[in-house]
């Protein structure tokens, strides 16, 4: 997988095919992006993935980017910590809107 720095992001105009904001508990988010067909994680300064605390941050650090296609996905474990069975392989995908509120 690919890794995007969040260095070479923050004052490059970049067009990005998709945006993927993957959904974590406690207000954590990762972005994962297609750029020409590769595709990876955002990674900060300390080659870590990097983490944003909500969808203004996300929108506010991607704002210069020309976004093609942005969505969010959500993974829990709870419920197989309360066991009930296993969740299908897949996470479902929701529109996540790339505008800045005015």
Request: some cysteine; proline content about 7%.
């Amino acid at each position: 997988m690919y890794k995007f720095l969040s260095s070479e992001i923050e004052n490059t105009p970049l067009d990005i095919e998709n945006l993927e904001v993957q959904s974590f508990e406690m207000n954590v988010y990762l972005v994962q992006l297609t750029i020409d067909g590769k595709t990876g994680l955002v990674y900060n300064a300390k080659d870590q993935p990097m983490r944003f605390f909500s969808a203004g941050h996300i929108r506010e650090f991607f704002a210069h980017c020309k976004v093609g296609n942005s969505f969010m996905t959500h993974d829990t474990p709870y419920d197989e910590m309360i066991g009930n069975p296993p969740k299908a392989g897949h996470s479902m995908a929701l529109p996540f809107s790339m505008d800045l509120p005015y």
